[in-house]
């Protein structure tokens, strides 16, 4: 992977859970990614994309408080929000709905299990990467 185009990446981490947007932080910092800011709930995210640039790609869990991860895509979606942000989701849910749910938006890339480690990080800024030079 060419390392200039993964450290101009921009990424939004969508996690309700503290310890795993630090932990994700820390792999895509040591990755080289620097551009990486965190919120904890849809509604947040709503909120950072309307008032920041769109980010690249944005790591979105399901399962959260205030708004869900597909009540933040529906909106998102709706209103046409960062159409050209990729969006992976990073979820504990193994229900094939969930998953099914997930191909209903044009902006989902990917369906991940947690955690979020380094070989899937790395799959994925591979696979957005190929497709912006593509």
């Known amino acids: 992977m060419k390392p200039q185009i993964i450290k101009e990446f921009s990424i939004l981490l969508v996690e309700d859970d503290s310890v795993?947007?630090?932990?994700?932080?820390?792999?895509?910092?040591?990755?080289?990614?620097?551009?990486?800011s965190c919120v904890e709930n849809g509604l947040d995210a709503l909120t950072y994309i309307e008032n920041n640039t769109c980010?690249?790609?944005?790591?979105?869990?399901?399962?959260?408080?205030?708004?869900?991860?597909?009540?933040?895509?529906?909106?998102?979606?709706?209103?046409?929000m960062c159409p050209d942000s990729k969006v992976v989701i990073v979820t504990s849910s193994l229900r094939p709905c969930d998953?099914?749910?997930?191909?209903?938006?044009?902006?989902?890339?990917?369906?991940?299990?947690?955690?979020?480690?380094?070989?899937?990080?790395?799959?994925?800024?591979?696979?957005?990467?190929?497709?912006r030079v593509a």
């Open 99 to 131: 998953r099914e749910k997930s191909n209903e938006f044009t902006s989902v890339v990917d369906f991940l299990e947690k955690p979020l480690s380094y070989p899937k990080i790395e799959d994925i800024l591979l696979k957005i990467s190929l497709n």
């Open 20 to 36: 795993a947007n630090y932990l994700a932080t820390h792999k895509l910092n040591h990755l080289g990614i620097e551009n990486v």
């Open 55 to 80: 980010p690249d790609i944005i790591f979105l869990d399901i399962n959260m408080p205030i708004m869900d991860g597909f009540e933040f895509l529906a909106e998102k979606e709706a209103n046409n």
